[in-house]
């Protein structure tokens, strides 16, 4: 286990039904707690993973899971293959029956396999279970997914939401990295990760030093937590997380939400657009775009454009659904050519 001294803040005022806005727009990670340590599904877990199968049950519709399926040698690690041409599991569809009877059939060897089934939308898969185990994050239109598996260790990555993570059945380990850890975090491929996002390549319970050297300066600024049965974590966008499940059954559900409008694309169109068009321009090119993003984007405020009346601003004008979209035109026009 990595030596973190520092721990995530935690705040014991919340509840289900009232979590405050400092907490929900916090740029900082909080453990929140006892927060969902009263739903049904985290009191029953305590009495035996078997009776928590069966509560998940009783929602289950029987439209097949995404599960990832590796052998015992990968010891929970959720990652690439040897040359990061693939991943060291099996993409599987099967039923959540099957998923949970492989996790029970499996929970007392000494080196199982990794079962793990990531973030499933619990609207769609489980229907009902939200009437009674849901927390309320204020006006945000949140979705919520549900993850279950056994002991995994899924690599250090960030996310464009913010995030709640409810540690509902089992044990969990959150360890979190400042966005601007990135560069000692040696991120992987953008174009191919298991989850979607870039994930760090330090394999966090043995880190190799020599080949990840910078490494050690991403741990001085971590912060770790560790979760038991109803407690929560928020995630503020962009940190990076590791997460590992400690226990042979584990769940977590999680609510992830933005604070920008929906009419915002990600921007990760725009750094697969950057990768084209600016990344291996000549240095002096590459400055002179840093220069205008900057001026344009990351420095700008109400005086960059206060030399232009409001009606000649075009796409400079403030941000809404409408200009979004002539944006967004624009945008797709210039691709077509």
């Not at 229907?127 to 919520?144: C, Q, T």
């Not at 997914?145 to 056994?150: D, E, L, Q, T, V």
């Not at 169109?269 to 950057?274: E, I, P, V």
């Not at 002179?288 to 344009?296: C, E, L, R």
Request: charged share 20%.
């Amino acid at each position: 286990m990595l030596a973190i001294d520092k721990k995530i803040k935690q705040v014991n005022h919340c509840t289900m039904q009232s979590i405050p806005s400092d907490v929900l727009t916090s740029t900082e990670p909080l453990v929140l707690k006892g927060l969902v340590s009263d739903w049904p599904l985290t009191k029953i877990g305590l009495e035996s993973p078997q009776k928590a199968s069966a509560y998940l049950l009783q929602f289950y519709q029987d439209a097949p899971v995404n599960v990832a399926l590796g052998d015992a040698s990968t010891k929970g690690r959720v990652f690439y293959n040897n040359d990061f041409t693939g991943f060291n599991y099996q993409s599987l569809k099967v039923s959540m029956n099957m998923l949970l009877d492989k996790l029970h059939q499996h929970a007392n060897d000494s080196a199982p396999p990794t079962i793990y089934m990531a973030s499933t939308m619990l609207d769609h898969w489980l229907p009902g279970f939200r009437e009674h185990n849901d927390i309320s994050v204020g006006e945000n239109d949140a979705l919520a997914s549900i993850w279950i598996g056994n002991r995994t260790r899924i690599a250090a990555h960030y996310d464009l939401p913010d995030n709640i993570a409810c540690s509902v059945v089992g044990h969990r380990r959150f360890t979190l990295f400042p966005p601007e850890q990135i560069a000692n975090l040696y991120p992987g491929p953008l174009d191919l990760a298991p989850g979607g996002q870039a994930i760090s390549t330090v394999d966090f319970s043995q880190p190799d030093l020599d080949k990840h050297p910078k490494f050690h300066n991403a741990i001085k600024s971590a912060q770790v937590a560790d979760l038991e049965p109803g407690d929560a974590i928020f995630i503020p966008s962009m940190w990076w997380h590791h997460v590992e499940s400690l226990d042979s059954f584990n769940v977590l559900v999680n609510y992830w939400w933005r604070q920008s409008p929906v009419y915002m694309s990600t921007p990760m169109n725009t750094l697969h657009h950057a990768l084209l068009t600016i990344k291996d321009l000549p240095p002096e090119q590459r400055k002179a775009w840093q220069g205008i993003f900057n001026h344009y984007i990351f420095e700008s405020d109400e005086e960059t454009h206060a030399h232009i009346p409001d009606e000649g601003r075009g796409v400079l004008g403030p941000l809404d659904e409408e200009l979004a979209k002539n944006i967004r035109a624009l945008v797709l026009n210039k691709l077509n050519r």
